[in-house]
């Protein structure tokens, strides 16, 4: 039997594009050989595409363009069996690519259009869930628009209806990033100062003294849920340098809970999963 031709896409045009090529590495390492041909691709964060030989990701980590060629959407991905998306973010997690793929009738990893584009923005998400009864923690968003012209009635909405601690949220970023834990009025004018540089749609929740524990699930409309692990974090919250950086955070599986917390958190997560149609 022929090898399966697999196009590894990493990079992109987000904010989390190293945090892709991390990733990307992973993917590629961990694809058994004997199975299936990896196609590396490529794309900058300028948008342009990128693949044609072993070890491209590596270059992209380097910043080194010389000597490739950039070659278009299907230049890139003709004669893949599957597509591999391995982009973080925007133009990738959030149902862009996924769009794309479909248009062209080729067949890849993951969530399609809609639980993509769903579970990546937050808002969206919450209210998806807390309509159909799942307990989120209370949250209020607003426009970047908004911010600027009446940041003070803002600031007094979320001391009134959060207040302190609380999470302020780009809405559509992954890997913690423009994230920040806000302790006091003083420090949330900063913290949201600094989520506007990331999208048009802020998220502030009410920070909540919880363990953290993570429940995968995997399948279609026979989705079944993975073993529970807990985050045991090495700093102030699970943040971007604690995730990638300063190796302090370690990861307990199975988590140390009862059956019955773990039979309900399974539960939960399967319903959420059905809930926002991933695949």
């Known amino acids: 039997m022929s090898k399966k031709i697999v196009g590894v896409i990493f ?28 196609r590396e691709i490529g794309i900058a964060k300028d948008g342009k595409w990128y693949t044609g030989e072993k070890g491209l990701v590596e270059k992209f980590k380097a910043g080194d363009f010389s000597g490739l060629k950039n070659v278009s959407f299907d230049e890139a991905l ?30 890849y990893v993951g969530c399609g259009v809609l639980a993509s584009s769903a579970c990546m ?7 998806i869930l807390s309509q159909a009864g799942l307990k989120v923690v ?22 009134k209806e959060i ?8 809405s559509n970023m992954g890997s913690s990033v423009g994230i920040s834990k806000v302790k006091s009025e003083e420090k949330l004018r900063e913290a949201i100062d600094l989520a506007v540089k990331f999208d048009s749609r802020i998220l502030v929740e009410k920070a909540v003294n919880a363990r953290e524990i993570e ?44 059956f019955a917390d773990k039979k309900r958190i399974k539960d939960l997560a399967q319903r959420a999963y059905k809930l926002c149609d991933c695949s």
């Open 11 to 38: 990079g992109g045009r987000s904010g989390e594009h190293e945090v892709s090529l991390v990733s990307a590495t992973s993917v590629i390492n961990e694809m058994p050989k004997e199975k299936y041909e990896v």
């Open 215 to 258: 429940c995968a699930v995997l399948g279609n409309s026979d989705a079944k849920a993975a073993e529970l692990g807990e985050i045991l974090v090495g700093g102030e919250f699970y943040d971007y340098n604690d995730k990638y950086n300063n190796g302090e955070t370690t990861v307990r599986i199975p988590a140390k809970i009862s």
């Open 78 to 107: 003709g004669g893949c069996d599957i597509a591999f998306p391995v982009l973080h973010g925007t133009f990738g997690e959030d149902g862009t690519i996924q769009g794309l793929f479909e248009m062209f009738g080729i067949a």
């Open 138 to 159: 209370p949250y209020v968003n607003f426009l970047r628009s908004e911010w600027g012209k009446s940041s003070d009635a803002i600031i007094e909405r979320v001391s």
């Open 163 to 170: 207040e302190y601690p609380c999470f302020v949220k780009p």
């Open 121 to 127: 923005d937050k808002i969206i998400c919450k209210d």
